[in-house]
């Protein structure tokens, strides 16, 4: 049984996209469909002692209905890098394991200059992953050619290409997801319930929803077992 996640990229992800990440044999990035406005792709928030707090990419506004995740280009003009960099830190100062993370903030933040949304998120989520110990094989799904209708056809067709007969969504796929196209192409889907323990984390009330960052910064090498680690304890 072979393994794979079809996702598209976010901007430092919650801890359950590194979940799914973790379960799978191969991640798909799937980049090549319509990008949406105030999603997940250029926003994820944090949390301090005072509460959430949004970080969100600015990105170059020009027909931004009409184009695809991975040709969306960041807006530089604005000096956003710096101040997600100054907001982390200063919200984790107190944090113990900001010091650990903290050569990774800065490449991201202070020596990178990004230009392409899809290839920043992609490089922040692979950075985090090899963070946490994850080994699983990366793809872009416009690599491979692969056409299909939205029910999942298209799915199946890269589960072909990439000889993977199991497939693991989050919760709200089962909207939109042929249950009988996979049950005829001899591929199980399987859908991800979200559900993690509580860790010490700044302020309260407890915030699930927020960056893995937050994880990171707070567990350091406990982070894994508050995402997938305690269901093996």
């Given at each position: 049984?072979?393994?794979?996640?079809?996702?598209?990229?976010?901007?430092?992800?919650?801890?359950?996209?590194?979940?799914?990440?973790?379960?799978?044999?191969?991640?798909?990035?799937?980049?090549?469909?319509?990008?949406?406005?105030?999603?997940?792709?250029?926003?994820?928030?944090?949390?301090?002692?005072?509460?959430?707090?949004?970080?969100?990419?600015?990105?170059?506004?020009?027909?931004?209905?009409?184009?695809?995740?991975?040709?969306?280009?960041?807006?530089?003009?604005?000096?956003?890098?710096?101040?997600?960099?100054?907001?982390?830190?200063?919200?984790?100062?107190?944090?113990?394991?900001?010091?650990?993370?903290?050569?990774?903030?800065?490449?991201?933040?202070?020596?990178?200059?990004?230009?392409?949304?899809?290839?920043?998120?992609?490089?922040?989520?692979?950075?985090?992953?090899?963070?946490?110990?994850?080994?699983?094989?990366?793809?872009?799904?416009?690599?491979?050619?692969?056409?299909?209708?939205?029910?999942?056809?298209?799915?199946?067709?890269?589960c072909k290409k990439l000889d993977c007969d199991?497939?693991?969504?989050?919760?709200?796929?089962?909207?939109?997801?042929?249950?009988?196209?996979?049950?005829?192409?001899g591929i199980t889907i399987a859908y991800k319930?979200?559900?993690?323990?509580?860790?010490?984390?700044?302020?309260?009330?407890f915030e699930h929803n927020v960056s893995v960052?937050?994880?990171?910064?707070?567990?350091?090498?406990?982070?894994?077992?508050?995402?997938?680690?305690?269901?093996?304890?």
């Amino acid at each position: 049984m072979r393994k794979i996640a079809l996702f598209q990229s976010n901007y430092i992800p919650w801890k359950g996209f590194f979940d799914i990440i973790n379960d799978v044999d191969v991640f798909v990035f799937y980049d090549d469909v319509q990008y949406t406005k105030r999603s997940w792709r250029t926003r994820n928030m944090i949390k301090s002692k005072n509460g959430t707090q949004w970080l969100s990419v600015p990105v170059v506004n020009d027909d931004l209905r009409n184009k695809m995740i991975f040709e969306v280009e960041i807006d530089n003009s604005l000096s956003w890098q710096q101040k997600h960099y100054k907001s982390i830190t200063l919200s984790y100062a107190k944090s113990p394991y900001l010091k650990d993370f903290i050569d990774n903030l800065e490449l991201i933040y202070l020596q990178m200059n990004w230009t392409n949304l899809s290839e920043m998120n992609q490089f922040i989520i692979k950075m985090i992953c090899e963070h946490l110990g994850i080994v699983t094989e990366f793809v872009n799904v416009r690599d491979l050619n692969v056409s299909g209708g939205k029910d999942g056809e298209r799915v199946i067709n890269v589960c072909k290409k990439l000889d993977c007969d199991y497939v693991i969504n989050g919760p709200t796929a089962r909207e939109y997801m042929n249950q009988e196209l996979f049950d005829e192409a001899g591929i199980t889907i399987a859908y991800k319930n979200y559900e993690y323990p509580t860790y010490r984390q700044l302020g309260l009330p407890f915030e699930h929803n927020v960056s893995v960052i937050d994880l990171i910064l707070n567990t350091g090498p406990d982070a894994p077992h508050y995402i997938w680690g305690w269901r093996e304890s």
